[in-house]
């Protein structure tokens, strides 16, 4: 099972960012997904959810209503687009993979883990 995130960079507050993450077929065809994130010194926050079906989505409300994260399954890729990016948004984020196909806020509810992928964003 393996998760490799990607599309991470060096960008400007107010800019966007498309983040992916390649899924092995095993993990991607009943689990829901996960985007989390963690700063220097901050715990790791959860970002956005999707079930497996890809009909069901949550957000965390620092990114609500900049976010969107989608999948497809037949590709067993997972993505986040961010919009209006602030300097708040600088963390590595990782995809992960719940335990059960309805995603979860909580990171011990996901057992799989992607390698992470830098964001910074300048002021």
């Known amino acids: 099972v393996q998760l490799q995130a990607c599309g991470g960079g060096l960008v400007q507050a107010g800019d966007s960012l498309r983040l992916s993450c390649a899924a092995s077929k095993r993990l991607f065809s009943n689990n829901g997904m996960g985007w989390f994130r963690q700063a220097p010194g901050e715990e790791r926050e959860f970002v956005a959810g999707?079930?497996?079906?890809?009909?069901?989505?949550y957000y965390a409300d620092s990114v609500k209503a900049r976010a969107t994260i989608s999948r497809d399954n037949p590709k067993n890729m997972l993505y986040l687009q961010i919009n209006t990016l602030k300097p708040e948004d600088t963390a590595v984020y990782y995809c992960a993979g719940a335990r059960s196909p309805i995603p979860s806020r909580q990171a011990s509810d996901h057992n799989y883990w992607g390698q992470g992928t830098q964001v910074t964003v300048s002021s």
């Open positions: 999707i079930s497996w079906r890809g009909d069901r989505t």
